[in-house]
């Protein structure tokens, strides 16, 4: 299977802790991105790279979030300082270079903090 | 951000055609009209997208008003997997293609 893969599946956290979650993106694709989605809720956007540029960040990512991509191939997400706010999927998507390719999601990973 | 709107939930019974609407009044000239599911516990999948001409592919049709205010996703023979949320989006290179989803249409299929 060549689709997005996310690691873990699944964290439980404690409040206050620090957590980090990896994005292992198609291939070919130069474009990924990182969403939110909490119960009941759409995905909601919190930053966008192309290769390894981080072009674009929403207002949700706080100063606790931080995201890299560092040779333009995986990427992470780190959250400092857990709160139970920050419970929610987090969601990884690649997409392809060209025009408006759709964007390929991964099956994210569920955040607990407890 | 331009917005769509959808209604909250639908119903359809299993091998019968399937219209979702979506309004997207405030579209405007470079935003394509994107659709994606969800299915429980999964990841957005994307279905179909399209700018100003109807759209077919293996999953779906996309039938896009004239005025391009509205579009409707059609599905022409649901089954018991087509149950899902589905999100109609706008978007656009200029965006970064940073689709922001709404609530999306939570569709019932039964047998």
């Known amino acids: 299977d060549t689709g997005v893969s996310q690691d873990p599946r699944h964290k439980i956290t404690k409040r206050g802790q620090n957590v980090t979650f990896r994005c292992d993106p198609i291939?070919?694709?130069?474009?990924l991105y990182w969403y939110r989605q909490t119960l009941g809720q759409g995905p909601e956007f919190l930053t966008y790279?192309?290769?390894?540029?981080?072009?674009?960040k929403s207002r949700l990512l706080s100063d606790r979030f931080s995201a890299e991509r560092p040779k333009g191939s995986f990427s992470t997400l780190e959250i400092q300082r857990t709160e139970q706010g920050d419970s929610a999927m987090y969601l990884c998507?690649?997409?392809?270079?060209?025009?408006?390719?759709?964007?390929?999601f991964g099956n994210g990973t569920r955040l607990t903090v407890t | 951000d331009a917005k769509t709107t959808q209604p909250n939930s639908m119903e359809s019974n299993e091998e019968e055609p399937v219209h979702l609407p979506c309004n997207h009044s405030?579209?405007?000239?470079?935003?394509?009209i994107h659709w994606y599911r969800q299915l429980p516990s999964q990841g957005p999948e994307y279905v179909i997208h399209?700018?100003?001409s109807n759209v077919n592919n293996r999953m779906a049709s996309l039938a896009i008003a004239e005025d391009r205010k509205s579009s409707t996703l059609i599905l022409h023979r649901a089954t018991l997997r087509d149950a899902a949320v589905y999100y109609c989006?706008?978007?656009?290179?200029?965006?970064?293609?940073?689709?922001?989803f709404g609530k999306g249409t939570s569709l019932l299929v039964t047998p």
């Open positions: 998507a690649s997409s392809h270079p060209q025009g408006e390719s759709p964007l390929h």
């Open positions: 291939s070919e694709h130069n474009r």
């Open positions: 790279f192309q290769n390894e540029a981080q072009l674009e």
């Open positions: 405030t579209i405007s000239g470079t935003d394509y």
């Open positions: 399209g700018l100003t």
């Open positions: 989006i706008l978007g656009t290179s200029n965006s970064g293609y940073a689709l922001n």
